[in-house]
């Protein structure tokens, strides 16, 4: 069984703070996604990594970078939190035999609170 | 480019009765994949079904049954006998061939079915 783990479930930090999610996957997957989940606004992809240190900008990266060191783990990271970034954010991987078009496989999520 | 429209935000039915959960897709591509996932209470998105564009075959998985119409974009999800237990909410998502790239997610229903 596909297993991709986050580090936390819930998480509450204050404004301005860096925050770091992490996500790990068993599955040797080379690609690895984060996005954010909103009430009435659904999945919205930050960033992706189809490969070690490579990233893509998905479709709502401002305020947040990532970073990709080995091919397991995948670290969402918001440089100076704001309250406007409080939302569950989820991580996703899929094998790379298709490029981006592989089954996803999503962690607990992290439902994060930013005071 | 892609989109994914899930017209019915919420539903609720009383257990035992059969509900369709409706998704409409846009592409431009003649090969892409269709998904379906649920999100139960606890948070994690769960993976049920991928369905490539050539493959126009409804499948049946137990209460579960897809319907897919290319003539009409449609990816419809039909749970019968419905149960307490399938109330969650439910992404339709889509992914083209061509490029790399990811899955675009519908905005989701909200199942809610009760005793």
Redesign the interface.
Known sequence: DVKVTQSSRYLVKRTGEKVFLECVQDMDHENM?WYRQDP????R?IY?S?DVKMKEK?DIPEGYSVSREKKERFSLILESASTNQTS?Y?C?SSSGS????E???????T?LLVL | AQKVTQAQTEISVVEKEDVTLDCVYETRDTTYYLFWYKQPPSGELVFLIRRNSFDEQNEISGRYSWNFQKSTSSFNFTITASQVVDSAVYFCALSEASGNTPLVFGKGTRLSVIA
């Open positions: 996604f009435g606004l659904g999945l992809l992706f189809y998905g569950m989820l996703a298709l490029g981006g078009q089954t996803q496989y999503f962690g607990p999520g439902r």
